[in-house]
């Protein structure tokens, strides 16, 4: 039997880190959460989590030393997937705090959802899929449903985009730079089947690499 591949997942000291870990145990990956720089540069693939807000996680992120060791995981060419404010994150900045620097992963800026709507979005939806040929998704046919808890939204340049969701307007869900790096603004780890799926494609493209 092969063994478990290892994926750090970035542990800068906010929310629940453990679910996004504990997802990517049940489809088979030995995932670690850490702060470790030489474990992170070991890991086969890294996972930036994140939840709440996004200038505190910004600020704990470089507290703790890991914005450097994030860009170097970026560059690896080793998988890397941002998941909801870990998503955010690898932009340029947020509305959610003015001021503070996102790690410019990816260029444009999250904004508040519009006006009129209910904030945050708090339910499962539909993915509208731009990008068909993305390795995260493969497999997937039908209707794919995942669950968001957000109140900001990517706003960035089409070509990255993997998929929207429809919500009053058209919301960022997915993007891609390249070929190892994804991010999701949807929580795979409670998303049922369909996130499940997801993080094993995940793990897989380890092995792809």
Known sequence: MSEAPLIAV???????????????????ADARLTADHGLIADAAAVVLPGVGHFGTCMTKLRDANLEAVTHAAVESGRPFLGIC??????????????????LGVFPGMSRLIRAGLPRPQMQWNRLDLVRKDCE??????????????????????????????????DLTAMVQKGDTVWATQFH????????????????RQIGLR
Request: proline letters at 1%.
């Open 136 to 169: 995260l998704l493969a497999g997937f046919d039908g209707d794919v449903w995942m669950y968001f808890v957000h109140s900001y939204s990517a706003d960035t340049e089409v070509d990255h985009v993997v998929a929207t969701c429809e919500y009053g307007v």
């Open 85 to 102: 404010v870990g998503m955010q994150m690898l932009f340029e900045g947020s509305e959610e705090a003015d001021g503070i620097s996102g």
């Open 188 to 203: 795979p780890e409670k998303s049922g089947e369909r996130g499940r799926a997801l993080a094993a494609n995940f793990v």
């Open 10 to 28: 970035l542990d800068y000291g906010i929310g629940n880190l453990r679910s996004a870990q504990k997802g990517l145990e049940r489809v088979g």
